[in-house]
Nanobody, 121 residues
Framework: VQLVESGGGSVQAGGSLRISCTAS????????LGWFRQAPGKGRELVAQ????????DAADSVRDRFIISQDNAKNTVYLQMNRLKPEDTGVYYC????????????????WGQGTQVTVS
């Protein structure tokens, strides 16, 4: 599995940005995708995840009313539309892929992209 992110950059507070991740080698129909971020000096946190086969998306409380995760299966691409950005959204955003756990109701992430920087000033 390979994940390649794109679309990061710098934006002013209140602005919008969309980042993308193209996945290759994902064959399990239970696959799920997500976005994590890591701010300077902090740990990596889950921002949003999508399990398209189950019609499910989840987002962290801090972004739920501002960020939208979506997936284009034909392009094997997952997007994160980020609106009303805040300085605290700054960080490296990582795309991740895994298999959905129906028992736990979570994505068991196993693969990671190289990350893309998002800076909000």
């Amino acid at each position: 599995v390979q994940l390649v992110e794109s679309g990061g950059g710098s934006v002013q507070a209140g602005g919008s940005l969309r980042i993308s991740c193209t996945a290759s080698g994902v064959t399990d129909r239970r696959h799920c995708l997500g976005w994590f971020r890591q701010a300077p000096g902090k740990g990596r946190e889950l921002v949003a995840q999508i399990y398209s086969a189950g019609g499910r998306t989840d987002a962290a409380d801090s972004v739920r009313d501002r960020f939208i995760i979506s997936q284009d299966n034909a392009k094997n691409t997952v997007y994160l539309q980020m609106n009303r950005l805040k300085p605290e959204d700054t960080g490296v955003y990582y795309c991740a892929a895994g298999v959905w756990s129906a028992v736990q109701g979570i994505c068991d992430f196993a693969y990671w992209g190289q990350g893309t920087q998002v800076t909000v000033s």
